[in-house]
């Protein structure tokens, strides 16, 4: 407070102009100096937990939500980014509260064989997360290069951001977060020099934001919204925004001071994903206006025109334009000149190599968290770099792009699937008085809390419907069948336990679920300060 006094003086002259007073800072300028300094303080999680809203695979879904439904699914991804963040403030309340992260708190209270399970789906969803983001990488790397560098070579390519995690982790977060900071700043610029490329008609990106309809909109359009959803609630991000907010020293037994850290965290996370809603705004409007009802041979003929080498990427037929990671990158570059084309590239290349690095983030701490493991950190990131880079290799060495790029919507549907195994986790530990203190979810919270994972469960049922039934074997018919039934009877399991914290106490009849009371924990995740 030592530079408000300091403030510079003026004279100023009443209306009599017979004497001079001395003014000082105006009081919102006192108020808001202090505000602003606690923020930049509190200012850095919610911005790492943005970047897999901004992953490989979130940008595939908003250049299809744009070529298949054009503006119309714009409010989905608005309503879809408001509940991701409501759900980040659960994640967030909880480390700040607990002094652990969700993963820690999971392994402190479910059984061993359940959590064992919870454990291996959670996992599940880091690597499909995970192969996105290589994939990602490997196909900026390829678009850089006009395909002198290989997909495997690519991604082979990502495993030196391992090595750069660990340089720029070992001099402090601080400046791992200003990295973090300066990649989605490259992201903004990319994808903003297409949107102002392209010029959306700005009326038709306003009425699709804020109105929710969908005319006209069919069984593609219906599975792309949902799809949405899917890319951009995921369920590690979760796990990892409850640990990444331990990184700032607070005293936990200053009822106070908690309170003040969860007021700056929410705002910095309303900040972050502002940012990253508006980048992909960018990608869906780009796609909406320049590709919207476009036809294979449209593109083609364009290409042909401008002496493109991937014009035999589009057959010459009539059929609706259909787009993903590569091609979206190769239209811009028929349509609008080789410099949108690389600039893409460039604007992928940042938003895999930001979300790989997340992504090793949240594999330490669920490993060490669910398992209480403890590792050394090189082992640690070793290990959950190879479990993703090895599968999507092989895919890169025995696959083309156009396959490796179509893995996007299996990987999204899978991390669909995985989602109820955070969110049930987080509004059950949120709302127990006995771990939470006066930070439980009220009513209101538990109420909206449990509609929202019915939601989730019917999208993934519907997920589950609409890939069963595309299947034309009897054996994977029955296979699908028993997955099925073991996916649903551990989600029941879950939502047993969460119906009891939430207060149904009848549910417990022999009295077998037992929260331990809350124990406030000081340790910090292992950050350097």
């Known amino acids: 407070m030592h530079y408000l006094n300091a403030w510079p003086k003026r004279c100023v002259f009443n209306l009599d102009l017979n004497r001079e007073s001395v003014s000082e800072p105006p009081n919102v300028i006192r108020k808001a100096i202090p505000f602003f300094r606690k923020l930049w303080a ?13 992953d490989p ?14 503006f119309k699914l714009l409010w989905v991804l608005l309503v879809s980014t408001i509940i991701g963040l409501l759900l980040q403030r659960l994640a967030a309340r909880l480390g700040v509260v607990t002094g652990m992260h969700l993963a820690e708190v999971c392994h402190r209270h479910y059984p061993m064989v359940p959590r064992i399970i919870l454990w291996l789906m959670v996992e599940l969803a880091i690597i499909g997360s995970d192969m996105q983001e290589v994939i990602g990488c490997a196909i900026a790397l390829n678009l850089l290069s006009v395909g002198r560098i290989p997909l495997w070579a690519g991604v082979l390519i990502t495993i030196i951001d391992t090595f750069v995690f660990l340089f720029l982790d070992k ?3 601080r400046k791992l977060e200003a990295f973090f900071g300066f990649l989605i700043t490259i992201m903004a610029l990319s994808f903003g ?24 909109c069919g069984p593609a359009q219906l599975e792309q919204a949902v799809g949405i959803v899917g890319a951009v609630i995921m369920p590690h991000n979760i796990y990892l925004h409850s640990a990444l907010v331990k990184s700032r020293d607070i005293n936990r037994a200053n009822k106070k001071e908690v309170k003040e850290a969860n007021k700056y965290y929410f705002i910095e996370s309303s900040i972050a994903l502002f940012i990253s809603f508006l980048i992909n705004v960018f990608v869906v409007a780009v796609f909406a206006e320049a590709f919207y009802g476009k036809t294979n041979m449209e593109v083609g003929q364009k290409c042909n025109e401008t002496g493109s080498p991937h014009s035999k990427l589009f057959p010459a037929n009539n059929e609706t334009l ?24 460039i604007g992928i290349l940042a938003a895999g190599q930001s979300s790989t690095m997340t992504g090793t983030y949240s594999g330490q701490f669920v490993m060490e968290g669910f398992l209480n493991l403890r590792w050394s950190r090189f082992a640690r990131v070793l290990l959950t770099r190879s479990i993703a880079i090895f599968p999507t290799l092989l895919v890169a060495v025995f696959e083309d792009v156009q396959h490796l790029t179509g893995m996007n919507d299996f990987l999204n549907v899978l991390q669909s699937m995985q989602l109820p195994f955070a969110l049930i986790p987080i509004l059950t530990f949120t709302s127990l008085t006995s771990l939470m203190n006066d930070f439980a979810n009220g009513l209101v919270w538990k109420i909206s809390g449990g509609l929202l994972i019915l939601v989730v469960c019917a999208i993934n049922m519907y997920f589950v419907v609409v890939d069963v039934t595309a299947l034309n074997s009897t054996i994977l018919y029955v296979f699908s069948a028993l997955l099925s039934i073991a ?10 336990h969460c119906l009891i914290a939430l207060g149904v106490s009848c549910l417990d009849c022999r009295g077998s679920v037992q929260y331990p009371p809350s124990v406030l924990v000081d340790e910090q995740p292992e950050f350097d300060s």
């Open 42 to 54: 509190f200012t850095g999680p919610g911005f790492l937990m943005s970047i897999a809203y901004l």
């Open 57 to 70: 695979g979130n940008i595939e879904s908003d250049l299809q939500s744009g070529a298949i439904a054009g």
């Open 171 to 173: 001099y402090g977060l």
């Open 193 to 216: 020099y297409e949107y102002v490329r392209v010029a959306p008609d700005q009326a038709a990106v306003l009425k699709g934001m804020f109105v929710p309809y969908c005319s006209g």
């Open 322 to 345: 259909e787009v993903d990671i590569y091609k979206g990158g190769v239209v811009l570059g028929c349509f609008f000149g080789p410099a949108a084309l690389y600039i893409w590239a």
């Open 487 to 496: 996916y649903l009877s551990f989600i029941i399991y879950l939502v047993w």
